[in-house]
């Protein structure tokens, strides 16, 4: 079992609706010394990827993508959620269904932040359908970029977002694959 397996048998919650609640370590109060450990967790796995840059979708997201980007020694580049279409073609767009809030964003990242020299390592807090990662990747592609991997903290595996990516042929690692977790029990069970 690695380090943020134990942290999520440790502290995390298993909710109703396959909800895993890991905000008092990962995505509300953050442990930062964790954060970096998960930055060189995926620089050791992606080093020899020549990233140029790291690329993940607001909010929680972030703070994952400034330890990956601070160890790779690279810029850090968020994807904006925005509801409304006010688009002046200065941005990459993609649309995002929410799974933890169930509507729709546009993301966006300003065309200056991408160009297609870039490798980008696509990170996240999260993936469970996969919607959020599908955007992301449709962004870097806009940009003509290069999607040089992508790293995930927790995959929840029952869900198909794992299947669906890995499928079209990019490399996904996640440092931990959730198999089946039970909100009665509160049992969690890792790949
Ligand atoms: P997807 O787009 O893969 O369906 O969902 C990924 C996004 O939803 C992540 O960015 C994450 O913020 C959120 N998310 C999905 N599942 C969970 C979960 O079980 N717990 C938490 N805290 N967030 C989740």
Redesign the pocket.
Known sequence: MNFLEERILKDGLV?PG??????SF??HQMDVGLMDMIGEEFYNRFKNENVTKVLT?E???IAIACSVARVFDVPMVFAKKSKSINIDGEMYVAE?????HKNKNNVMVSKKFLSPEDRVLIV????????????LISIVESAGATVAGLGIA?E?GF?I?GRVIRNLGYRLESLAIVDSMNDETGEIVFR
Do not use: Y
Request: charged share 20%; net charge negative; glycine share 12%.
């Open positions: 909710k396959n909800v895993l609640k890991v905000d990962l995505n979708i909010a929680s997201g995002v269904e929410s799974f933890t996240d807090d999260f993936l469970a359908n996969g919607c959020a990662l599908q955007g927790i929840k869900q977002g």
